[in-house]
């Protein structure tokens, strides 16, 4: 039996949405699998628009175009997806960063791959506003990244799924049951660590890509060299996340501790000293999410040195 596939974004305004819009509809148009919808919620952008935008497209797919209640977070928005996904009877919900484009077999790859696995991710290319690459080879050929992962430890300290490449199976695990708190910074990071806390696995896909785009209104980017606004949303996202998280595990309550210790560190040392250790000390190129924050019992006798 076909299973029902959903594959879901939100658009909102930002410079270069018309850009966005087409790259992002035209590898909707282009994807191998045709047995898939796709969900739009709006964020400030008009449903008409949308519907033109579409209207360039040979986009054959059922498309649902939804507005959202008001004063919704981006957090809420994308937990919309969810719910909507659940009440629509999908098994698959893939997620999507609408000024991002995927491979033309991502739904394919989603498809035939997911199996029992509770989600899979994809790998990436780092590219530029105009879709051209940054880094000559896609990030897990330059990081060693498991196929299989069913441990939260593996990204415990910091995060290799991103939200655009994530896709979660509906059947397998309640996601309808996940409480998504404001306080959280990085869904995709919080999303795999509640499924694997809960005995879930995921699994990452090789054959198909996103291009990741680095914008202007690009809320993270993959630019992990650190400056103070980086440092202080890398403290922010590890704070949060790990103090959710304290409920679930006593690990989260130590991992929680070192960040609040190493605040008083950087208090300490000054913020010009950490950014300067982990800017020359580590491969920032070579990162993944939130491993430009360190603590202290990574950086050896640099942080002796300054003290």
């Not at 939804?66 to 629509?88: A, N, T």
């Not at 210790?261 to 950014?275: A, C, M, P, T, V």
């Not at 990162?287 to 603590?295: A, G, L």
Request: charged letters at 30%; a neutral charge; glycine letters at 4%.
């Amino acid at each position: 039996m076909d299973k029902k596939i959903i594959y879901a974004t939100v658009i909102y305004k930002c410079d270069d949405l018309e850009i966005f819009m087409h790259d992002y509809l035209k590898s909707m148009s282009e994807q191998t699998e045709k047995n898939f919808e796709l969900l739009i919620l709006t964020d400030g952008v008009s449903i008409d628009y949308i519907r033109y935008a579409i209207s360039l497209h040979s986009l054959s797919n059922i498309v649902h175009i939804k507005e959202p209640l008001k004063g919704r977070l981006p957090i809420q928005l994308r937990k919309e997806l969810i719910d909507i996904s659940y009440e629509m009877k999908a098994d698959i919900l893939i997620f999507s960063d609408f000024d991002d484009n995927a491979a033309n077999n991502r739904v394919e790859e989603v498809n035939k791959k997911i199996g029992n696995y509770d989600f899979l991710f994809n790998d990436f290319f780092i590219v530029d506003n105009k879709l051209r690459k940054l880094e000559k080879n896609s990030f897990f050929k330059i990081r060693d990244i498991p196929y299989e992962i069913n441990d939260w430890h593996d990204i415990k300290s910091f995060n290799y799924i991103g939200f655009g490449s994530l896709a979660i199976n509906l059947r397998t695990y309640n996601y309808l049951a996940i409480e998504f708190p404001n306080s959280i910074k990085a869904l995709d990071w919080f999303i795999s660590t509640k499924v694997l806390l809960d005995g879930g696995k995921g699994f990452r896909l090789i054959n198909t890509y996103v291009n990741y785009r680095q914008h202007n209104n690009s809320f993270v980017g993959f630019d992990f060299a650190l400056n103070e606004k980086k440092l202080a949303q890398g403290l922010d996202v590890k704070q949060s996340h790990y103090g959710y998280f304290k409920q679930y595990n006593d690990e989260f309550d130590i991992l929680y501790d070192e960040i609040l210790k190493l605040r008083k560190y950087i208090d300490k040392i000054g913020k010009e000293n950490y950014i300067n250790i982990i800017n020359s000390k580590f491969k920032e190129n070579n990162f993944c999410w939130w491993e430009n924050i360190k603590i202290i019992k990574e950086f050896g006798n640099d942080i002796k040195r300054i003290e």
